[in-house]
Every structure is written in C-alpha cells, then in structure tokens.
C-alpha cells in the first residue's frame, strides 16, 4: 500500500490517505505521477506521496505536517518556540537534554531549560 498526502496552499497537510498499489502501476512500474493523478481525481488538491517508514522526504507525513518542496522532506510541528530547525530537520532544543541514569527530563520553555520530570 502507498501512502499519499493532501497539501493546502501553505503546504501544509491536511490529509494522509492509503492508495492500494495497483492504482500507482504504469505498465508493471510503480508510479508516484500515477497516484497523485489518482488521488486529485478522487478528491482535487495538491497531492505528494509519502512512506510509512520514513523511506521518502525523511519522514511519515502527518496532519499539520510542512512539506518542505525545497529539500524534499516532511517537516513536523515544532514542539516549543525556542526550538530550531537542525540540518537534518529536526527540531533541536537549546539547550541539549541531559542524561543522568535513572533521571527522565522534560523540556520547561518559561525557563528554556530541561527540568526532572517527576516521579509517579
């Protein structure tokens, strides 16, 4: 099965559908010109193809989701403000988590700092 995503005007998605595989075929090949051709004919739009495992455009396309056309990858919401972008698209805090041995930490943006999650 592939897997297809719908994108708005700002490239964002709005929604992942299957598409069995024989709708992709173009004389025996896979084709992804097939499946976008199929799914703007079922429901118009701005279709891009995306891979459940991550094959493709770096990862599995999400609702919400950015396709980035300029590198050619799915790019997913940036967890806090003061998050950044890194080369490989993802998002990277400030400040790089610690890791202590029995210790689980969240990031806390009022402080742009990671805290000790607790204990229950």
């Known amino acids: 099965m592939a897997h297809f995503a719908q994108l ?8 992942v559908i299957v598409v069995h595989n024989n709708e992709l075929l ?3 090949v896979e084709s992804e010109a097939k499946g976008i051709a199929f799914c703007q ?3 118009g739009g701005n279709w891009i193809q995306t ?3 991550g094959n493709i455009r770096k990862q599995y396309a999400g609702i919400g989701y950015t396709y980035d056309s300029v590198n050619d990858v ?3 919401f940036k967890p806090f403000p003061s998050w950044i972008l890194d080369e490989n698209f993802d ?13 689980f930490f969240i990031w806390d943006e ?3 700092s990671w805290v000790e999650a607790p204990n229950e």
């Not at 708005?8 to 929604?15: A, I, M, P």
């Not at 998002?91 to 210790?103: D, R, S």
């Open 26 to 28: 173009d004389d025996g």
């Open 74 to 76: 799915f790019i997913s």
């Open 8 to 15: 708005d005007e700002s490239n964002v998605v709005t929604q």
């Open 41 to 43: 004919s079922l429901f």
């Open 110 to 112: 009022p402080s742009l």
């Open 51 to 53: 891979s459940y495992n």
């Open 91 to 103: 998002w990277q805090a400030p400040t790089p988590m610690p890791i202590e041995e029995g210790k």
